[in-house]
């Protein structure tokens, strides 16, 4: 293996450095969204019937103690509970776009890679030709396949490096795309229900006034 990358050139090794990073960052991503997503219609249920019996203070308590950004967007609508639905709404958007930016944070880096792999195995493809060109020309006319061995080597593993790399990054670009767009739909519904039902304890503590 070390002798393969070795034959590769430094841009081979710059391939390998890219994967290895975007798996870092494919893993660190991966278990941040699994911890991030809960049960969120058992976790409203329960901040339900905290809410039912007025203890704000306990309700606010467990959104800070669950991960998640389900858990903070209730918390956010529990503490704009006193406005009007339209400010209310207004406070869990501007709440849902940060922790949406937190969630592809370094989403980029994955991409990235996916991107410039192939590029870059296009890159030592060419230096590899050109390395076997120069071969060619210094020892014409007698030519031995030792002369070009090592720059069609050098094309052949940058290339299949290149895909190598980029193909399982976009794939994982994809996977971790996937969950948080679950993630941002379960944030609209629990959205939608925690304001409804604050507005409607709202109402009817009117009503009952």
């Given at each position: ?52 019996r007025r203890n ?26 006193s406005a009007d ?105 629990a959205s939608s ?17």
């Amino acid at each position: 293996m070390i002798e393969l990358l070795s034959q590769g050139g430094s841009v081979l090794w710059i391939i390998v450095v890219c994967g290895l990073v975007a798996l870092v960052v494919f893993i660190e991503r991966s278990l941040h969204l699994h911890r991030a997503r809960i049960r969120f219609e058992d976790f409203l249920k329960g901040i339900f019937n905290i809410l039912r019996r007025r203890n704000i203070e306990e309700a606010l308590a467990i959104c800070e103690e669950t991960p998640g950004p389900v858990a903070y967007i209730v918390r956010i609508a529990i503490l704009h509970r006193s406005a009007d639905r339209e400010e209310m709404r207004t406070a869990i958007q501007d709440a849902g776009a940060a922790e949406i930016s937190r969630l592809e944070r370094r989403l980029v880096v994955v991409a990235t890679v996916a991107q410039i792999a192939p590029l870059l195995g296009l890159l030592g493809t060419v230096l590899g030709l050109v390395s076997c060109l120069l071969g060619l020309y210094t020892s014409a006319p007698l030519v031995q396949s030792a002369d070009i061995f090592g720059g069609v080597m050098r094309a052949l593993l940058t290339t299949g490096a290149g895909l190598m790399v980029a193909i399982p990054c976009y794939v994982a670009f994809n996977l971790l795309v996937l969950k948080i767009d679950r993630l941002v739909l379960d944030m609209e519904m629990a959205s939608s229900e925690i304001v409804s039902f604050l507005q409607d304890q709202r109402n009817g503590d009117g009503a009952n006034a």
